[in-house]
């Protein structure tokens, strides 16, 4: 099993920035495949980005390309996602996910995850 922490969410102004953390505990002797996703209110789950064991893969969804950027920091079992430039349409609730990979794979599919983090609310005033 595998324990997902998010953290670093809360309220910032459009243009703004801010990161959130992933803590993975449990089972962390495999390769872990990482994405973030987020919720608003009556939507459905986007993807948001995805980085692979290795760090040297990544994807981004279209709506976060440029602004995002995802890493990891294997040794501290801690993934990150630095959000800049933000627009009052990121708000959400974010998701970290974990799902065992080859080292440089990334998974995009949300369905394909297998272990999810309780989450964090990100909210950009305009």
């Known amino acids: 099993q595998v324990q997902l922490v998010e953290s670093g969410g809360g309220l910032v102004q459009a243009g703004g920035s801010l990161r959130l953390s992933c803590v993975v505990s449990?089972?962390?002797?495999?390769?872990?495949?990482m994405g973030w996703f987020r919720q608003a209110p009556a939507k459905e789950r986007e993807f948001v980005a995805s980085?692979?064991?290795?760090?040297?893969?990544?994807g981004y969804g279209e709506s976060v390309k440029g602004r995002f950027t995802v890493s990891r920091d294997n040794a501290e079992n801690t993934v990150y996602l630095q959000m800049n430039s933000l627009k009052p349409e990121d708000t959400a609730v974010y998701y970290c996910?974990?799902?065992?990979?080859?080292?440089?794979?990334?998974?995009?599919?949300?369905?394909?995850?297998?272990?999810w983090g309780q989450g964090t609310q990100v909210t950009v005033s305009s």
């Open positions: 996910a974990a799902v065992k990979r080859q080292i440089h794979t990334v998974v995009v599919v949300a369905a394909q995850y297998e272990y």
């Open positions: 449990g089972r962390t002797d495999s390769s872990y495949a």
């Open positions: 980085v692979s064991w290795s760090g040297g893969t990544t």
